[in-house]
């Protein structure tokens, strides 16, 4: 629960419930962006994700880096990716 | 063991140049010396026994695991409060899956699931509530718990709850802060620690500017550390340079992502929801003031601890797990007696043994490269 994961914003779902869509290694589903509002949010962009909650923006460059970190984890990986594709946020 | 042993495990970096140069800047500034830095994240002990930094830092670089691990930190007594909830008629019980296996001092939440409570794995704290709307005439009780950069998320839960008006919703607050903790480890007398490896995503939170008391009235460098293996090694680095210069300071090795004033928007949305308990008990650490939150009375309504009972028995942790030390940064996991023969991940005596990012987990999950440690150790003793 502790990993905080990149993702890519794909849509925005319910404006007024700060929801996204965004996108993790292929897996999308709904979090909460509204912490990261003041920053500004596009689609498009990438956001640290800790369950369900978009914690900060980051730039395409440490998304990859990190992508590539957590995937070099394998199975703790697939457990938080399993765990996101669980979710379903309204 | 630098030099040829330790070093090998750098050709499985993803950039082994920046990783030899910093090894060995590292090497020079240490000399001979002996410097304890402790790690407070659990995210940072995974990583540094994933990639074996243990073993490629030289022998004079000592890093200790802290009691930043979430679900490590939970008392049993609490554990024992969720089930006692769980159990209650006609309750849904909502929590992470790390904390399902925790044992409390009868059974875990996964053994009460197993005797029939409604116990359910959630990714989010906005699963739950989504629960509970999915559940209108059921009780669902979210399982709270994590450092500062889970606190906010169980917040905006909170808040949309109330600005919705979901009442069968509420939440069963474990939520602690690091810093009393760091606190509690400078002040006990059997830890001896030149300086901080800080954590990186609570940092995103927090801020860097809550560390500065460490430097000023602890004499001690901090530096908050991404998570790669590159970062924490820079972040070792950081320290040492700290410490030779004679400088003692709160440095941001994570700028990529950590901001000097954290995320405004989420301190507020705790402290609109939270407020801190007088004293709260952590594992192996014992009562620690001021050191973690309730609702505020205003959100009495959606306080579990409110609207059920809770036997709030303390319970004392088995005799044969040290996690407390573990915790501590006094004992590494493999010191304990029962590491790997009674307690193992498939069946944990401590809570160190259960989250991935406990130490004693990590240690054991990546015993490889303990295993080339210690035979590269016997092989240096042998020469020596
Ligand atoms: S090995 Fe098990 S019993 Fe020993 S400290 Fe770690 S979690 Fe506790």
């Given at each position: 629960m502790c990993l905080g994961i990149p993702g890519r914003v794909?849509?925005?779902?319910?404006e007024a419930r700060h929801i996204a869509k965004v996108d993790v290694s292929g897996v999308k589903r709904n979090v909460n962006v509204g912490l990261v509002l003041p920053d500004g949010l596009d689609v498009g962009d990438w956001v640290l994700i800790h369950v369900g909650f978009a914690i900060s923006k980051i730039d395409e460059e440490e998304a990859e880096a990190t992508l590539g970190f957590l995937r070099e984890m394998g199975e703790m990986f697939d457990q938080e990716l399993d765990d996101y594709r669980s979710s379903g946020i309204a | 063991m630098t030099g040829a042993e330790g070093m090998r495990f750098v050709d499985e970096f993803r950039d082994p140049g920046i990783a030899r140069t910093l090894v060995k800047r590292i090497d020079a500034l240490a000399g001979g010396g002996s410097f304890k830095f402790m790690e407070v994240c659990g995210g940072h002990t995974h990583t540094i026994y994933q990639h074996g930094l243990h073993a490629i830092l030289p022998d004079a670089i000592d890093l200790v695991h802290g009691p930043g691990c979430p679900v490590c930190v939970i008392p049993m007594g609490r554990v024992d409060d969720a089930i006692a909830i769980a159990r209650t008629d006609g309750v849904i019980f909502t929590t992470y899956g790390d904390m399902m296996r925790v044992p409390g001092g009868d059974g875990s939440l996964l053994d009460a699931k197993a005797d029939g409570a409604d116990v359910r794995f959630v990714y989010s704290p906005l699963d739950a509530l989504r629960i509970a709307t999915e559940n209108p005439d059921r009780e669902v009780v979210f399982f709270a718990i994590g450092f500062e950069t889970t606190t906010p998320s169980t917040a905006v839960t909170l808040l949309r709850a109330k600005a919705e008006g979901i009442d069968n919703f509420s939440v069963f607050c474990n939520h602690v802060t690091i810093l009393p903790a760091i606190k509690a480890i400078l002040d006990s007398p059997d830890m001896r620690l030149e300086g901080f490896v800080g954590p990186g995503h609570v940092s995103t939170i927090i801020g860097t500017k809550p560390y500065w008391w460490i430097p000023e009235r602890y004499d001690k460098p901090v530096v908050i550390s991404g998570f790669e293996p590159i970062d924490v090694l820079q972040s070792v680095l950081m320290l040492l340079e700290q410490i030779v210069e004679g400088r003692r300071e709160v440095e941001n090795q994570y700028g990529r992502v950590v901001r000097e004033e954290g995320n405004p928007r989420a301190l507020e949305a705790i402290h609109r929801t939270m407020e801190l308990r007088p004293q709260f008990e952590w594992r192996g650490l014992g009562f620690i003031s001021r050191s973690a939150l309730k609702l505020r009375p205003e959100l009495a309504d959606f306080d579990a601890e409110v609207r059920f009972d809770v036997p709030g028995v303390r319970v004392a942790d088995p005799k044969s797990c040290q996690c407390g030390e573990v915790l501590k940064g006094v004992i590494k996991p493999w010191e304990c007696r029962v590491f790997g023969t009674a307690c193992t991940p498939e069946t944990p005596i401590g809570t160190c043994m259960v989250s991935s990012e406990g130490a004693c987990a990590a240690y054991y999950n990546y015993g490889r490269y303990a295993l080339r440690e210690e035979a590269a150790r016997a092989r240096k003793g042998a020469t020596a």
């Open positions: 794909v849509s925005i779902e319910d | -």
